[in-house]
């Protein structure tokens, strides 16, 4: 998933750089979309695996 952010974010610099500030702004806004889903899955996934507690093998 971060691996989308980080595309999404080289086309908006290099949009940005050639002058197209529409398609930068939203492939900011993107990015920053997804970054943040990502944070929220991963606090999900961290809060249950410390709820769930280790398991003795």
């Known amino acids: 998933m971060l691996g989308w952010v980080v595309t999404f974010l080289i086309i908006a610099l ?13 492939s900011v806004e993107i990015a920053k979309a997804i970054f943040f889903i ?15 507690g280790r398991t003795q093998v």
């Open 38 to 52: 990502a944070i929220v899955l991963f606090l999900i996934s961290a809060v249950i695996g410390l709820a769930r």
């Open 14 to 26: 290099i949009a940005g750089v050639l002058g197209f500030g529409g398609i930068a702004g939203a």
